[in-house]
C-alpha cells in the first residue's frame, strides 16, 4: 500500500481552501467549519485544520479560540501594508533581473503577456491571474533573490482579491500596455526604468483598494 504523508494531505487542503476564498466561493467574512470543509473536501479534520491555521498567518483566514473561524473581511489597512511590501519586492526583483535576462527570458515575457491580453478578452480572470504571475515571476527568477521570491509568496495572497477585482473590470486592461512598456526597458537593459514600471503597475491596486 502506498503511503500518503499528512504533509500532502494538508497542502491539497490549503491550496483547495485558498483558492475558493480567492476565488469568492468562500466570501470576505463567511464563516469556516473544519468538519464540513473535511467533507467537502473528502479530507479528515486535521489536515484541515493545519491549512486553515496556514491560511491564518497568511492574512486570509481569522480565527478566535471558542468562538469564530471565518474568511478574513477585506480589511483596507492589512491589505493596503501587503501590497506595498509586493510592490516594492517586484520592483527589487526587477532591478536585479535586468542585468541576468536574457533573450529567451524577454520572450517569455510577451508570450505571457500575449496569453494575459487573450485572458482578458475572454473574461477569464483565473487564467488572466496565471498569466500575470508568470509575467512578473520571470523578474523574480532571474533576480534569484530567495529572500524576494519568499516575501512576494507570502503577501500576494491578501492582495490576490484586489487582483480579481481590477482583471474582471475594463481598467484590467491597461496592464497589457504597461506590461510591454516593462518588457522594453527590460530589452534597453534599463534596469531602474523597469523597477519604476513594475511598481507604477503595482501601484494601480492602491485606487481599486480605496475604492473598496
Not at 125 to 134: F, H, K, M
Not at 137 to 164: K, M, Q, S
Request: charged content about 25%; hydrophobic content about 50%.
Amino acid at each position: 500500500m502506498q503511503y500518503i504523508s499528512r504533509a500532502l494531505y494538508r497542502d491539497q487542503a490549503l491550496s483547495a481552501i485558498r483558492d475558493a476564498i480567492l476565488g469568492g466561493d468562500l466570501a470576505p467574512g463567511e464563516a469556516i467549519k473544519d468538519v464540513e470543509l473535511a467533507e467537502r473536501l473528502g479530507l479528515s479534520r486535521t489536515p484541515v485544520r493545519e491549512a486553515l491555521a496556514r491560511l491564518v498567518d497568511e492574512g486570509l483566514v481569522e480565527s478566535k479560540p471558542h468562538s469564530y473561524t471565518r474568511v478574513t473581511p477585506l480589511r483596507t489597512a492589512p491589505v493596503r501594508d501587503a501590497l506595498a511590501v509586493v510592490q516594492a519586492m517586484h520592483a527589487l526583483a526587477a532591478r536585479l533581473a535586468v542585468p541576468r535576462m536574457k533573450d529567451a527570458d524577454l520572450v517569455a515575457m510577451r508570450t505571457a503577456n500575449a496569453r494575459f491580453a487573450a485572458a482578458l478578452d475572454a473574461g477569464d480572470v483565473p487564467a488572466a491571474l496565471a498569466a500575470d504571475d508568470e509575467f512578473h515571476g520571470v523578474a523574480v527568477r532571474c533576480g534569484d533573490n530567495f529572500a524576494v521570491a519568499a516575501t512576494i509568496d507570502r503577501y500576494t495572497p491578501l492582495v490576490r482579491r484586489l487582483e480579481r477585482l481590477r482583471f474582471a473590470g475594463s481598467t484590467g486592461r491597461h496592464s497589457v500596455v504597461m506590461h510591454d512598456e516593462i518588457v522594453s526597458a527590460c530589452a534597453a537593459g534599463d534596469a531602474d526604468l523597469a523597477a519604476d514600471l513594475v511598481e507604477r503597475n503595482w501601484a494601480t491596486l492602491f485606487d481599486l483598494l480605496e475604492e473598496n
